[in-house]
């Protein structure tokens, strides 16, 4: 893992780089995104990340999430890491973002500046094994009641953006 994140403040300024690791070793604020894709009916494609990834392997999650490399909008980066992760070829749009500091398996730190990007997508993704386990549509009425009664089976990132107060006045 030799990927560098972008460093940030709190108002989301660019402040250096670390390699990605570092970054969660040391719990450094750093840029991230996280992609949620709605179908037509409402429900959430959602990820199980595959089992050997460095850290939340096998947990269910958001439809992708990542961070952009040093020079990359996030924008952009959300696109490219959507079809790496998903081979789904579509730009969400931005709704919103937060900083949340939590700790991580594998004794790692996850400390993000998060932006949150919606979209809309009816179809099958074509997973990349190496970052994905499996997919599914879910409701989110579903959703929520399964992250109450099965949190450890979910990312913390994602639980925060379940229950963030700008993705309900996003109609989400």
């Known amino acids: 893992m030799t990927d560098h994140v972008i460093l940030v403040d709190t108002n989301d300024n660019a402040v250096g780089t670390m390699e990605k690791l570092q970054a969660h070793q040391e719990g450094v ?35 992708c999430c990542s961070h952009p490399l040093p020079g990359e909008d996030t924008i952009q980066a959300s696109r490219r890491r959507l079809m790496e992760e998903m081979g789904i070829d579509m730009q969400p749009e931005f709704a919103y973002k937060f900083i ?16 949150v990007f919606i979209g809309k997508f009816d179809g099958a993704p074509r997973i990349n094994e190496r970052e994905v386990a499996d997919w599914k549509f879910t409701s989110m009425n579903w959703l929520r009641e399964d992250v109450l009664k099965n949190p450890n089976n979910y990312t913390t990132w994602f639980r925060l953006i379940l229950e963030h107060k700008n993705l309900q006045l996003a109609g989400v």
């Open 29 to 63: 604020l750093h840029r991230a995104f996280s992609v949620l894709l709605f179908n037509s009916s409402g429900e959430l494609l959602l990820q199980q990340r595959a089992f050997d990834k460095y850290h939340s392997g096998g947990l269910w999650t958001n439809t």
């Open 100 to 115: 949340y500091k939590t700790p991580l398996d594998q004794n790692l730190i996850e400390h993000e500046l998060d932006h």
